[in-house]
């Protein structure tokens, strides 16, 4: 089914779900997009005369360690953040398309090796292959995204295949063979449109649990590395704060909490509509 | 069934020796040349012939393939080779930490279990009214936490305010609750939705119906025709935690200094080690495919379709 | 004979739409079969569920009473010790799990059969219902019997439960030809020979022939019609059992 129609379906039960996610989603989107422009200073600024205030009426939550302030960190931090885990979607999605749906749809050996390959990918626990792309590629975002994609990607690859397949078989793909169209253009006509739909509901649903992932690196050092302004790096700078100021700890994670909360909310309502047959959410 | 378990250990050969290959092939495919991460964690200037010289002691000169067996035939013999950075040997380094990491992630494991199942059974025989809601609610938080913070939130509240737990360390058993929560939260929701799912799935099928026709008190119909099928997803599921929770376990053993191999990887990672990460991912790859194996077989002994070939007379 | 008849008196089904049965009035006679034919959509397969109080979700039963010999009985005590179900589509009315033998040990234990005796209870009901290779049957699970033998599981089930009344929902819809003509041989001698009474639910005019006493016409939710089978297939009064008729004579070419 195609996106649209997803979201065309008749009201059900998980809709307040539905809005409350695409606002919240919609609100870190545009936090994402606007943050440097609605940061009230410059989250990069370092100020050593200014470390670890307190909140008053010029830092809203105090500054950090480095005197910058907590507040637009926080703020930018959300591009970083969001912005790292949708290159990391993006990244695995499309790996997950072309592997499995070259897998799906040519079959026979191409098929079998492929999908050895896949398993072999997800043999492996997938922090742990992380880590091991981490030290194969170094730290830094873009790394980051690589590793985690490369970690990933097979899962998706599996789900494509498995719809690519279903889809093959139905009617308007053999009828359109019939008619005497390319693979190329059977493929893109008929079979992908169907399974963009369920894609992004397996992808929403996984958004969060990526994110976790990213923050969780970086919170270790292997991925975005100081001084930017991930969350998960800002946890990390923070520790030593615990007692005296927990602000510093405790809201980077909130932010992180939200907008996994956020992402998941979206996704289970988006599930829910998916297959409304299922009562059981 | 005998013949399905070992059927399943041997097929763990091939598929850890590709997964061997697979490390080995893409450490060789990685951006630097290990001859000279070795110099430089050696602290050797890395003239040309110091390289030269390297490669050759490293054995990087000979073809591909040729590494790959003499590795092989190294890792046969539990000999993965010395640490750049410490030179000591790693697998000997890894066994010495890995305990300490089992102890974490099979606690985890077993509270994932203790904890999820009554929850799951809680939300699904009281559904629609609130003690679902709650668990759900519960679940839903639990399901987006970042564990790294759950970790500084539980010292917060129980080391530096109620001064009830130690912060940091292996010790007694005051030492694990905090890592061990922290580490099994995350599956212990997935696990508890997961149940509460497959209860209600399993309690609407018509195999139950026909239980009750056959005039089945309530009690048994739930305990041997709800419950029973119900495990069936829970089973497959775990072996998915057990991968999350090795990974939980690595990110939590560095906030609470526990001496495992989570903080000893970390570091191998960040001065790109290859010796130690190669049999690191290996090591812990090996243990997740054999608990995967003994959930398969656990599978197997719950659902006689999956090991039965049997077809319809 | 003791209990002589189970009776159904003002079932009433509702859903979220309204009333999905309406008024429904069975009687079942031990040694007859009464049929309950109906076009899909008509009411049938929830009238037999819902007299057992064994619907789905969302449906449920406002009104409705069964009557043992006169005398009212829950549905709970009607369920495997006075009626019996014979469901449509078998393999999904196995526990996936469990083999037959556990299936039938169950029924046994609720009437206080165990051990050697039910082994040889098990046995001799396998073999009244034809099922002869006894030991490979039981040790089987429910993917890997046809649909006519579970069918006729089933049917064991119901004489191991030695329940007086059977209530079969389209029982033979699944099944090839063959199978069909077996399971209603089955059913009729059982009905003859241990004086089985029975409530068969069918859209087949084929199988009401063949094996009903009574037939009660179903329409959309109500009985329109109750007739001996002579007199339907002779002068049916509704025009409900009129189209069912009709679509029979066209598929089989004849009437009884």
Same mark, same amino acid.
């Given at each position: 089914?195609?996106?649209?129609?997803?979201?065309?379906?008749?009201?059900?039960?998980?809709?307040?779900?539905?809005?409350?996610?695409?606002?919240?989603?919609?609100?870190?989107?545009?936090?994402?997009?606007?943050?440097?422009?609605?940061?009230?200073?410059?989250?990069?600024?370092? #100020?050593?005369?200014?470390?670890?205030?307190?909140?008053?009426?010029?830092?809203?939550?105090?500054? #950090?360690?480095?005197?910058?302030?907590?507040?637009?960190?926080?703020?930018?931090?959300?591009?970083?953040?969001?912005?790292?885990?949708?290159?990391?979607?993006?990244?695995?999605?499309?790996?997950?398309?072309?592997?499995?749906?070259?897998?799906?749809?040519?079959?026979?050996?191409?098929?079998?090796?492929?999908?050895?390959?896949?398993?072999?990918?997800?043999?492996?626990?997938?922090?742990?292959?992380?880590?091991?792309?981490?030290?194969?590629?170094?730290?830094?975002?873009?790394?980051?995204?690589?590793?985690?994609?490369?970690?990933?990607?097979?899962?998706?690859?599996?789900?494509?295949?498995?719809?690519?397949?279903?889809?093959?078989?139905?009617?308007?793909?053999?009828?359109?063979?019939?008619?005497?169209?390319?693979?190329?253009?059977?493929?893109?006509?008929?079979?992908?449109?169907?399974?963009?739909?369920?894609?992004?509901?397996?992808?929403?649903?996984?958004?969060?649990?990526?994110?976790?992932?990213?923050?969780?690196?970086?919170?270790?050092?292997?991925?975005?590395?100081?001084?930017?302004?991930?969350?998960?790096?800002?946890?990390?700078?923070?520790?030593?704060?615990?007692?005296?100021?927990?602000?510093?700890?405790?809201?980077?994670?909130?932010?992180?909490?939200?907008?996994?909360?956020?992402?998941?909310?979206?996704?289970?309502?988006?599930?829910?509509?998916?297959?409304?047959?299922?009562?059981?959410? | 069934?005998?013949?399905?378990?070992?059927?399943?250990?041997?097929?763990?050969?091939?598929?850890?020796?590709?997964?061997?290959?697979?490390?080995?092939?893409?450490?060789?495919?990685?951006?630097?040349?290990?001859?000279?991460?070795?110099?430089?964690?050696?602290?050797?200037?890395?003239?040309?012939?110091?390289?030269?010289?390297?490669?050759?002691?490293?054995?990087?000169?000979?073809?591909?393939?040729?590494?790959?067996?003499?590795?092989?035939?190294?890792?046969?013999?539990?000999?993965?080779?010395?640490?750049?950075?410490?030179?000591?040997?790693?697998?000997?380094?890894?066994?010495?930490?890995?305990?300490?990491?089992?102890?974490?992630?099979?606690?985890?494991?077993?509270?994932?279990?203790?904890?999820?199942?009554?929850?799951?059974?809680?939300?699904?025989?009281?559904?629609?009214?609130?003690?679902?809601?709650?668990?759900?609610?519960?679940?839903?938080?639990?399901?987006?936490?970042?564990?790294?913070?759950?970790?500084?939130?539980?010292?917060?509240?129980?080391?530096?305010?109620?001064?009830?737990?130690?912060?940091?360390?292996?010790?007694?058993?005051?030492?694990?609750?905090?890592?061990?929560?922290?580490?099994?939260?995350?599956?212990?929701?997935?696990?508890?939705?997961?149940?509460?799912?497959?209860?209600?799935?399993?309690?609407?099928?018509?195999?139950?119906?026909?239980?009750?026709?056959?005039?089945?008190?309530?009690?048994?119909?739930?305990?041997?025709?709800?419950?029973?099928?119900?495990?069936?997803?829970?089973?497959?599921?775990?072996?998915?935690?057990?991968?999350?929770?090795?990974?939980?376990?690595?990110?939590?053993?560095?906030?609470?200094?526990?001496?495992?191999?989570?903080?000893?990887?970390?570091?191998?990672?960040?001065?790109?080690?290859?010796?130690?990460?190669?049999?690191?991912?290996?090591?812990?790859?090996?243990?997740?495919?054999?608990?995967?194996?003994?959930?398969?077989?656990?599978?197997?002994?719950?659902?006689?379709?999956?090991?039965?070939?049997?077809?319809?007379? | 004979?003791?209990?002589?008849?189970?009776?159904?008196?003002?079932?009433?089904?509702?859903?979220?739409?309204?009333?999905?049965?309406?008024?429904?009035?069975?009687?079942?006679?031990?040694?007859?079969?009464?049929?309950?034919?109906?076009?899909?959509?008509?009411?049938?397969?929830?009238?037999?569920?819902?007299?057992?109080?064994?619907?789905?979700?969302?449906?449920?039963?406002?009104?409705?009473?069964?009557?043992?010999?006169?005398?009212?009985?829950?549905?709970?005590?009607?369920?495997?010790?006075?009626?019996?179900?014979?469901?449509?589509?078998?393999?999904?009315?196995?526990?996936?799990?469990?083999?037959?033998?556990?299936?039938?040990?169950?029924?046994?234990?609720?009437?206080?059969?165990?051990?050697?005796?039910?082994?040889?209870?098990?046995?001799?009901?396998?073999?009244?219902?034809?099922?002869?290779?006894?030991?490979?049957?039981?040790?089987?699970?429910?993917?890997?019997?046809?649909?006519?033998?579970?069918?006729?599981?089933?049917?064991?089930?119901?004489?191991?439960?030695?329940?007086?009344?059977?209530?079969?929902?389209?029982?033979?819809?699944?099944?090839?030809?063959?199978?069909?003509?077996?399971?209603?041989?089955?059913?009729?001698?059982?009905?003859?020979?241990?004086?089985?009474?029975?409530?068969?639910?069918?859209?087949?005019?084929?199988?009401?022939?063949?094996?009903?006493?009574?037939?009660?016409?179903?329409?959309?939710?109500?009985?329109?019609?109750?007739?001996?089978?002579?007199?339907?297939?002779?002068?049916?009064?509704?025009?409900?059992?009129?189209?069912?008729?009709?679509?029979?004579?066209?598929?089989?070419?004849?009437?009884?």
């Amino acid at each position: 089914m195609s996106v649209v129609a997803l979201l065309r379906r008749p009201a059900l039960a998980g809709q307040n779900s539905l809005m409350i996610g695409l606002v919240l989603v919609s609100l870190l989107a545009l936090l994402a997009v606007f943050g440097q422009w609605l940061a009230p200073h410059d989250p990069d600024l370092v #100020d050593l005369g200014q470390r670890l205030l307190p909140p008053d009426s010029s830092h809203w939550l105090g500054t #950090d360690h480095l005197g910058r302030d907590l507040l637009s960190r926080l703020i930018v931090g959300t591009q970083l953040s969001l912005g790292s885990v949708m290159l990391t979607l993006a990244l695995v999605l499309l790996l997950g398309l072309l592997v499995g749906g070259v897998s799906g749809f040519l079959g026979g050996k191409v098929d079998l090796l492929l999908m050895r390959l896949c398993d072999m990918f997800m043999t492996f626990p997938t922090l742990v292959l992380a880590f091991f792309f981490v030290t194969l590629l170094g730290t830094g975002l873009s790394n980051v995204v690589i590793a985690i994609a490369l970690s990933h990607w097979a899962w998706y690859a599996r789900m494509v295949r498995g719809m690519v397949i279903a889809q093959r078989g139905r009617e308007y793909v053999l009828a359109s063979r019939l008619a005497g169209a390319s693979r190329w253009a059977r493929l893109r006509q008929h079979v992908l449109p169907n399974i963009a739909g369920p894609l992004l509901v397996l992808a929403t649903m996984d958004i969060g649990h990526m994110m976790l992932h990213v923050s969780g690196l970086s919170f270790l050092g292997l991925g975005v590395t100081p001084p930017a302004a991930e969350w998960g790096v800002m946890i990390n700078d923070a520790k030593e704060f615990i007692w005296t100021h927990p602000q510093l700890l405790l809201l980077p994670g909130l932010m992180i909490f939200f907008s996994v909360m956020a992402f998941n909310l979206l996704g289970d309502a988006l599930r829910d509509r998916l297959d409304p047959t299922r009562e059981v959410h | 069934m005998l013949r399905y378990i070992l059927l399943r250990l041997v097929l763990l050969v091939p598929v850890m020796l590709g997964v061997s290959l697979l490390v080995f092939v893409l450490l060789h495919l990685g951006s630097t040349d290990p001859a000279l991460d070795y110099l430089r964690l050696s602290h050797i200037p890395p003239t040309d012939a110091a390289i030269a010289e390297v490669r050759h002691a490293l054995g990087l000169d000979r073809p591909l393939y040729a590494q790959y067996l003499s590795w092989l035939w190294k890792a046969l013999q539990l000999d993965f080779g010395t640490s750049y950075l410490t030179g000591r040997p790693v697998f000997d380094d890894l066994l010495y930490y890995l305990p300490a990491t089992l102890q974490l992630g099979g606690l985890a494991l077993a509270c994932t279990l203790l904890l999820s199942i009554p929850l799951g059974l809680v939300a699904a025989r009281w559904q629609g009214r609130w003690p679902d809601h709650a668990v759900r609610a519960v679940t839903f938080l639990g399901v987006s936490m970042p564990n790294f913070w759950l970790a500084f939130l539980l010292i917060a509240l129980f080391s530096l305010w109620l001064g009830w737990l130690p912060p940091l360390g292996r010790g007694g058993a005051g030492h694990l609750v905090m890592p061990v929560l922290a580490i099994a939260l995350m599956s212990m929701s997935i696990n508890a939705r997961l149940l509460r799912a497959s209860l209600l799935e399993a309690s609407g099928q018509r195999h139950v119906t026909y239980a009750r026709a056959r005039g089945l008190p309530a009690r048994q119909v739930w305990g041997s025709h709800v419950l029973r099928n119900a495990w069936l997803p829970l089973v497959t599921a775990t072996g998915m935690h057990i991968g999350e929770l090795i990974g939980g376990a690595l990110v939590i053993e560095t906030i609470f200094a526990w001496p495992g191999v989570g903080r000893f990887a970390v570091s191998a990672v960040l001065n790109r080690d290859f010796p130690v990460m190669q049999c690191f991912t290996l090591l812990l790859t090996g243990l997740l495919m054999v608990c995967n194996l003994v959930v398969d077989v656990c599978y197997a002994w719950l659902d006689p379709r999956s090991r039965l070939e049997g077809v319809s007379a | 004979m003791e209990h002589s008849t189970l009776e159904l008196q003002g079932l009433r089904i509702e859903g979220r739409a309204g009333a999905l049965v309406e008024d429904v009035d069975l009687q079942l006679r031990r040694g007859q079969v009464c049929a309950l034919v109906g076009s899909s959509g008509s009411g049938k397969s929830l009238t037999c569920l819902g007299s057992l109080d064994l619907l789905p979700a969302g449906l449920t039963r406002t009104h409705g009473q069964l009557l043992l010999d006169g005398q009212a009985l829950p549905a709970a005590q009607v369920r495997g010790r006075v009626a019996s179900l014979v469901l449509q589509n078998p393999r999904s009315a196995f526990n996936p799990v469990r083999n037959m033998a556990s299936h039938a040990q169950e029924t046994l234990k609720l009437r206080g059969i165990g051990g050697t005796a039910a082994r040889a209870r098990m046995a001799q009901c396998l073999e009244a219902v034809g099922l002869v290779d006894r030991e490979r049957v039981l040790q089987a699970f429910a993917f890997q019997l046809s649909g006519g033998m579970l069918q006729r599981m089933m049917i064991a089930l119901a004489l191991m439960a030695q329940t007086p009344f059977l209530l079969a929902d389209e029982p033979t819809s699944d099944l090839d030809a063959l199978s069909q003509a077996r399971f209603l041989d089955l059913l009729m001698e059982l009905v003859q020979q241990h004086g089985l009474g029975v409530l068969l639910v069918t859209h087949d005019m084929g199988v009401v022939a063949r094996c009903a006493d009574h037939v009660a016409v179903m329409d959309a939710g109500r009985i329109v019609e109750r007739q001996t089978v002579h007199g339907l297939f002779e002068r049916p009064a509704s025009t409900a059992s009129r189209t069912l008729l009709d679509a029979h004579q066209i598929l089989a070419g004849s009437t009884p």
